[in-house]
Each structure stands twice: as C-alpha cells, then as structure tokens.
C-alpha cells in the first residue's frame, strides 16, 4: 500500500520560512517523478513543483520560482519543499504526489498525470 504522509506546514508571517516534508511508504520511490501541489479556499488544486526521478529535472509555476525549492533524501524516501519569503497568497493546503505507471524521467504538471497523494498540510500565510 502506497502512502504519502506530509508534514511541516503551519502558521507563518509574511516573508517568512517553511520546509514541507513528505515521506513516502509501501514501495521503493527511486525511480518515480514526484511533486507538490496546492490548493486554496474556493480554488482548484495548482501544481507547485515537481521533481523527475533523479533529481536531474525540477520545474516550477511561475509564481514560486526563485523562492520554493524541491529536493529529495532518496535513503529516507522522503520529498521537501522548501518554502522562502512567503506571501499570503501562498495561503493553501500543500499535498505531495507521485506518479508511479512508469519511471519517472519527465517533468508532470497535472493533477491527473499522478497516481497517489498525501492527506495535505495547511500553510496559512499571514501579512
């Protein structure tokens, strides 16, 4: 049983730091694309961040580029993201994903192109 279990979200002011983890269980993750996703009140869930299976390739949206960084501890199975000078629009529930039909060589941007996904952590952004 595959499970994606997230962790490090919270309450931060303007500007401030996050890091997110994501530890992922049920199957060696090595060799799959995997990413982070948000979604705010009254909003459909936006892709983050994604990162292909070794690390070669990232991809970010336009409005984090330069703040958010993904990495991976491929020993603990375990995805971050690393979250710099916050905004309040950054206000959303974060979920990690990942995409485990084939090797994860690409770079994916949709909802639909991943195959499990974490419960979610809250980050709330205050200004």
């Known amino acids: 049983q595959v499970q994606l279990v997230e962790s490090g979200g919270g309450l931060v002011q303007a500007g401030g730091s996050l890091r997110l983890s994501c530890v992922a269980s049920?199957?060696?993750?090595?060799?799959?694309?995997m990413g982070w996703f948000r979604q705010a009140p009254g909003k459909e869930r936006e892709f983050v961040a994604v990162m292909n299976w070794n690390g070669g390739r990232t991809l970010y949206t336009d409005s984090v580029k330069g703040r958010f960084t993904i990495s991976r501890d491929y020993a603990k199975s375990t995805l971050y993201l690393g979250m710099g000078l916050l905004q309040p629009q950054d206000t959303a529930v974060y979920y990690c994903?990942?995409?485990?039909?084939?090797?994860?060589?690409?770079?994916?941007?949709?909802?639909?192109?991943?195959?499990?996904w974490g419960q979610g952590t809250q980050v709330t952004v205050s200004s």
């Open positions: 994903a990942v995409r485990t039909r084939d090797n994860g060589v690409h770079e994916y941007v949709r909802s639909e192109d991943y195959d499990y």
């Open positions: 049920g199957r060696t993750f090595n060799t799959y694309s």
